[in-house]
């Protein structure tokens, strides 16, 4: 099942991008570009609500819609 996260990415100081979330707690994500930390902290995500619903048996998120925004990142 698809659902939908919000991840706030911001480059740091040392030129990286660090990916963290509030939807999902404990996620942390770090990589050389954008499209490497959204790809890594895609990874984690699944990884931790996995983890979560092994745990506890339950770990709900927002299911995808008809229509979502989603933030394009062009490189011109």
Not at 15 to 38: C, F, H, I, K, N
Request: charged fraction near 30%; charge should be negative; aromatic fraction near 6%.
């Amino acid at each position: 099942m698809e659902s939908i996260i919000n991840i706030h990415i911001e480059r740091l100081p040392e030129g990286v991008y660090l990916a963290t979330s509030e939807d999902v707690p404990g996620l942390v994500a770090q990589g050389r570009t954008v499209t490497e930390a959204r790809e890594i902290a895609r990874d984690v995500a699944r990884k931790l609500i996995e983890a979560r619903r092994e745990r506890s048996g339950d770990f709900t998120l927002s299911n995808i819609g008809e229509s979502f925004d989603y933030p394009l990142i062009v490189n011109a």
